[in-house]
């Protein structure tokens, strides 16, 4: 699974903070960023109100099984007899939870490293040599070894998709640093007395924002394919809760009985992987505008 690292481009300096704001405004009023997060918006919500359109539990069985679509069950029933609509809204909760939380974790903690090594050469030489590291496993083989260690699970998933993102953002955040420090407005600051940690918390990081939430949105889509990968080969989430990739593993062997038990779940990979980089091909064009 490739992973890329959005590069910070040379620009004029910007009032403080004016960067972020300016590629969200430009970005989101894009029509690409607004059809993609129309898709993304629906499904969410769509996997968070679950109960309300379904009424089958996603783990109750049944005598039921291998139903086509149709009838009382919109995509049919799996080999156990369970409504397969409802295991794919609750699978959608999965990546839900996978993106909101995973996601700004590793951003987080990635920035805050970056932040670390533009103020300390030492911590810079150190870091960089781990993000080079850390960069050179693909997300399933750092899936496989986070598995490894805590075992299979949402846990497991969450760790790697967190773990995927830090080296990501910790090489952006360091760029971003490096390139602002050097501005005249940064030298303004500095011969006004303001302190190294003031200088890139208030004014250098708000300037090297953009970059940042453009990889954002690369990496909601990185993490929808992460959950997806680590499930579909059974060291993510574990059956009988409902995933996209563990349906999509359950659903090979039974093609020919249910065509829908495959269709389901991979509509909606697609639709949350295709919305996702709708808004960052949108929020990219917002950078590039500047």
Same mark, same amino acid.
Request: glycine fraction near 12%.
């Given at each position: 699974?490739?992973?890329?690292?959005?590069?910070?481009?040379?620009?004029?300096?910007?009032?403080?903070?004016?960067?972020?704001?300016?590629?969200?405004?430009?970005?989101?009023?894009?029509?690409?960023?607004?059809?993609?997060?129309?898709?993304?918006?629906?499904?969410?919500?769509?996997?968070?109100?679950?109960?309300?359109? #379904?009424?089958? +539990?996603?783990?109750?069985?049944? *005598?039921h099984?291998?139903?086509?679509?149709g009838? @009382?069950? &919109? $995509?049919?029933t799996?080999e156990?007899?369970r409504?397969?609509?409802?295991?794919?809204?609750?699978?959608?909760?999965?990546d839900v939870?996978?993106?909101l939380?995973?996601?700004p974790?590793?951003?987080?903690?990635?920035?805050?490293?970056?932040?670390?090594?533009?103020?300390?050469?030492?911590?810079?030489?150190?870091?960089?040599?781990?993000?080079?590291?850390a960069?050179?496993?693909t997300?399933?083989?750092?899936?496989?070894?986070?598995?490894a260690?805590?075992g299979?699970?949402?846990?497991?998933?969450?760790?790697?998709?967190?773990?995927?993102?830090?080296?990501?953002f910790?090489?952006?955040?360091r760029?971003?640093?490096? #390139?602002?420090? +050097?501005?005249?407005?940064?030298v *303004?600051?500095?011969?006004?007395g303001?302190?190294? @940690?003031? &200088? $890139?918390?208030?004014?250098i990081l708000p300037?090297?924002?953009?970059?940042?939430?453009?990889?954002?949105?690369l990496?909601?889509?990185?993490?929808?394919?992460?959950?997806?990968?680590?499930?579909?080969?059974?060291?993510?989430?574990?059956?009988?809760?409902?995933?996209?990739?563990?349906?999509?593993?359950?659903?090979?062997?039974?093609?020919?009985?249910?065509?829908?038990?495959?269709?389901g779940?991979?509509?909606?990979v697609?639709l949350?992987?295709?919305?996702?980089?709708?808004v960052?091909?949108?929020?990219?064009k917002?950078?590039?505008?500047?």
């Open positions: 699974m490739t992973q890329g690292v959005m590069e910070t481009p040379e620009r004029a300096p910007v009032k403080k903070g004016a960067a972020g704001r300016g590629v969200m405004r430009r970005g989101l009023a894009t029509p690409s960023a607004r059809i993609g997060l129309a898709i993304v918006g629906l499904l969410y919500l769509a996997g968070l109100a679950a109960p309300l359109l #379904t009424g089958y +539990d996603p783990e109750a069985q049944s *005598a099984a291998l139903l086509k679509a009838g @009382g069950h &919109l $995509l049919g799996d156990f007899g409504d397969i609509f409802s295991r794919v809204l609750y699978g959608i909760r999965t939870l996978v993106t939380v995973a996601v974790i590793g951003a987080v903690t990635g920035t805050a490293l970056g932040v670390l090594c533009g103020a300390h050469r030492v911590v810079d030489l150190v870091l960089q040599r781990f993000f080079d590291v960069l050179a496993f997300a399933l083989i750092l899936g496989v070894t986070v598995a260690i805590a299979p699970g949402t846990t497991a998933v969450l760790i790697t998709v967190a773990g995927v993102n830090v080296p990501l910790g090489r952006i955040a760029d971003a640093v490096m #390139t602002e420090r +050097d501005r005249d407005y940064a *303004a600051a500095t011969i006004a303001v302190g190294p @940690g003031r &200088l $890139l918390l208030r004014h300037n090297g924002l953009d970059a940042l939430i453009v990889q954002a949105a990496s909601l889509s990185l993490a929808v394919f992460v959950e997806g990968a680590m499930s579909f080969v059974g060291i993510g989430v574990r059956p009988p809760a409902p995933s996209l990739g563990s349906l999509l593993r359950s659903s090979a062997s039974f093609l020919n009985a249910n065509p829908a038990y495959a269709i779940p991979m509509i909606a697609t949350l992987v295709v919305g996702f980089n709708l960052a091909d949108g929020l990219g917002g950078l590039l505008r500047r």
